[in-house]
Structure formats: structure tokens, C-alpha cells
T-cell receptor, first 111, second 118 residues
Framework: ELKVEQNPLFLSMQEGKNYTIYCNYS?????LYWYRQDPGKSLESLFV?????AVKQEGRLMASLDTKARLSTLHITAAVHDLSATYFC???????????FGKGMKLTVNP | NAGVTQTPKFRILKIGQSMTLQCAQD?????MYWYRQDPGMGLKLIYY???????DKGEVPNGYNVSRSTTEDFPLRLELAAPSQTSVYFC?????????????????FGDGTRLSIL
């Protein structure tokens, strides 16, 4: 059974700083998703990573996937307040449609 | 396009009542999903559908039923509501034209239904 763990679960950082958050998964997952959720809102897709070594970037966020280590990272560059949100990663169980989500990482970026 | 539309947005039920959460998408997506999100937790998959007439259980299906008679609609039925079903429910859809068993595309989420059972 696939398990997805995120760390840290809470992060408070200053504007302008860089940071990396981690998503580990327990068994083979053939794709890895990152989503953002603002308080009281729905989920917004950020990245879909499909293969080992995949790297995708959008603005100040860059996601990567290492299937051998069963690890995905989300790197934040020069954080701004607008990045404050909860970030979820999700893996796909056994090549099926069954996504398993991590608990999410709540990011607060302080001025 | 409206995307994924969920109704109602809020609902309070009494224990033992039943209700149907509605979900409709106008993007001609073949895959649809229902999730629940409890406070401070990630999403858990309740049921999903890979096309009209085809549904399958997710991680937490007990106490729920679904049907998929059309591509656009994927209602979630709660029978005999229990306090443990108090949650925020999200419907999502995705599309993959490749005929694979799974979609490589991101899932598009509705705004959610906040359900309280007292």
C-alpha cells in the first residue's frame, strides 16, 4: 500500500529566502503530483512529474522527482508572501487512478 | 467553461439522514473522482470513475455510493449519515485521450461541499 509523507508539515520563512520541502513515498509510484491549496479554497494543480529525473519549474517553484529514492522535492526560490498556502504532494498507487495524498505542508511567508 | 461544479456548497444533516452531493464537469473529461478532506489532513479518495458506467472504490468508500450515467455527472450518495462523515468533499476530473488505465494529466477540482452531520 502506497504511503506518502511530507516534511516539514509547517514552515514559516522570511520573504526572499530559499527552501526545499520533501515528499517521500513508500512504494513504486509512476507519477507524482503537487497541488496548492489556499485557506478555505479548492486545490490548484502545480506540477505533474512522470519520470525519474523529471524537473519542472513555474515561477519561484521548481519540482523534481527521483523514483529510485522515492522522493520528490519542491524548491522555493526567493519566497514572496503570495506563496503562503498549503502544498500537497500525491502519488499514484499501482499504476491506477488511486491517488494517495500527503498531509500537506502549510507554508507561511513573512514580510 | 465552468470547470467542475459542486452543489451544494454547505449542508448540515442530522444523523441518519441521506443526501446526494452533486458534481458536474463541462470539460468532457473521462475521469472523475470524489475525495474527502478532514481538518489538517490530506485528501482521501472515496470513489472514482474512468468513464460513464464504470466506477470503483477508493481508499474510504464505506458509507458512500456513486453512479456515473453520463460523462458530465458524478453524484455521491450518503446513506444513513454519521458524524464521522463530517468533512469537506471535493469532486475532481481529469482527461487522458490515450486509453490508458490511468490519466497522466492533473486533476481539476471543484470548490468543495462543506458537510456537517449533527
Amino acid at each position: 500500500e502506497l504511503k506518502v509523507e511530507q516534511n516539514p508539515l509547517f514552515l514559516s520563512m522570511q520573504e526572499g529566502k530559499n527552501y526545499t520541502i520533501y515528499c517521500n513515498y513508500s512504494t513504486t509510484s509512476d507519477r507524482l503530483y503537487w497541488y496548492r491549496q489556499d485557506p478555505g479554497k479548492s486545490l490548484e494543480s502545480l506540477f505533474v512529474l512522470l519520470s525519474n529525473g523529471a524537473v519542472k519549474q513555474e515561477g519561484r517553484l521548481m519540482a523534481s522527482l527521483d523514483t529510485k529514492a522515492r522522493l520528490s522535492t519542491l524548491h522555493i526560490t526567493a519566497a514572496v508572501h503570495d506563496l503562503s498556502a498549503t502544498y500537497f504532494c500525491a502519488g499514484a498507487q499501482g499504476g491506477s487512478e488511486k491517488l494517495v495524498f500527503g498531509k500537506g505542508m502549510k507554508l507561511t511567508v513573512n514580510p | 467553461n465552468a470547470g467542475v461544479t459542486q452543489t451544494p456548497k454547505f449542508r448540515i444533516l442530522k444523523i441518519g439522514q441521506s443526501m446526494t452531493l452533486q458534481c458536474a464537469q463541462d470539460m468532457n473529461h473521462n475521469y472523475m473522482y470524489w475525495y474527502r478532506q478532514d481538518p489538517g489532513m490530506g485528501l482521501k479518495l472515496i470513489y472514482y470513475s474512468v468513464g460513464a458506467g464504470i466506477t470503483d472504490k477508493g481508499e474510504v468508500p464505506n458509507g458512500y455510493n456513486v453512479s456515473r450515467s453520463t460523462t458530465e455527472d458524478f453524484p455521491l450518495r450518503l446513506e444513513l449519515a454519521a458524524p464521522s462523515q463530517t468533512s469537506v468533499y471535493f469532486c475532481a476530473s481529469s482527461y487522458d485521450p490515450g486509453g490508458r488505465l490511468h490519466s497522466n494529466q492533473p486533476q481539476h477540482f471543484g470548490d468543495g461541499t462543506r458537510l456537517s452531520i449533527l
